[in-house]
């Protein structure tokens, strides 16, 4: 049977299958490398700094949100880290982000949580120039996420507590796996990685991120395959723009749609 022969078949087959989209690329997704910071709230902020509330220095991407005029210090019996950034506006409850490597030299164990999980978060002193607050129970390592609103998460084809893989376009590219959803109308498009991912993936100005496979979104941590029946040469070439491919078991994919995946170095895998 020859290439035409077998393009026929498989023309044939799709027309009666659902077409999907699910793994078009929608548009990129800036990626800012957020630093340590805290969140204060009113009983620590006072203890901290007295009487008031945090002075805004300027605006931060997402609305309402913005970087204080205030700095402090955290300390742990294992050491310091001065000049710590403030963010506003105050909250309920005080939370600490740190990196990895902060929490190794402060000697903490610290858990990987979303904003307001404090589950198993780490203690610490917090030190300002009106005083120290014991902040138990505050500190957490931030799971990377994705901020966007409803109209993004159509167009990006994501639901709120989805995970996805975003590829990185740096000038090191990588792809973070399990990056979360979070979707409000408060929110504008933005992903946060921490300052150890940003090295990793060489971070600069302007930086961008893909969703590398909106159809492996991850629920409770387990992938979901591709549900495509067939693979065109038209479908690989589209689907080469997201990265490694990962296709439901028993998946046709005609030989002009393997030999794109082969010359653009796309690993195939089934699940």
């Known amino acids: 049977m020859n290439e035409k022969q077998i393009k026929s078949i498989v023309e ?11 793994l078009l690329v929608r548009g990129d997704i800036p990626i800012e490398a957020s630093a340590r910071h805290v969140h204060l709230s ?3 902020f006072a203890a901290l700094f007295g009487a008031g509330e945090p002075t805004q220095k300027r605006a931060l991407s997402q609305p309402g949100e913005f970087l204080a005029e205030q700095r402090l210090s955290i300390a742990t019996p294992h050491g310091m880290i001065e000049n710590i950034a403030v963010l506003g506006p105050l909250r309920p409850v005080t939370q600490v982000e740190l990196s990895f490597t902060d929490c190794r030299k402060l000697g903490l ?3 990987l949580r979303l904003s307001g999980d404090l589950r198993g ?14 902040a138990n129970g ?8 994705i901020h966007m609103t409803p109209a993004d998460a159509k167009n990006f084809q994501v639901s709120d507590d989805d995970f996805v893989a975003v590829r990185a376009q740096t000038a090191r590219p990588v792809v973070f796996e399990n990056v979360a959803v979070r979707v409000s109308e408060k929110f504008a498009l933005t992903m946060h990685i921490d300052f150890d991912e940003a090295n990793a993936c060489m971070l600069g100005n302007d930086a961008v991120g893909t969703i590398a496979n909106t159809a492996m979104q991850i629920q409770n941590i387990k992938a979901i395959a591709i549900e495509d029946k ?3 040469e038209a479908r690989a070439k589209e689907l080469c723009k997201t990265g490694n491919v990962m296709l439901r078991k028993g998946t046709i994919v005609t030989p002009s749609a393997r030999d794109v995946f082969i010359q653009a170095k796309i690993e195939i895998s089934e699940a």
Do not use: C, K, R
């Open 12 to 22: 044939a087959v799709l027309s009666g299958l659902p077409q999907t989209s699910s």
């Open 42 to 44: 009113q009983e620590a």
């Open 109 to 111: 164990s610290a858990p």
């Open 121 to 134: 978060a780490a203690d610490v002193t917090l030190i300002g120039p009106a005083g120290a607050y014991q």
């Open 138 to 145: 505050s500190v957490i390592v931030a799971q990377n996420h």
């Open 230 to 232: 067939v693979i065109t």
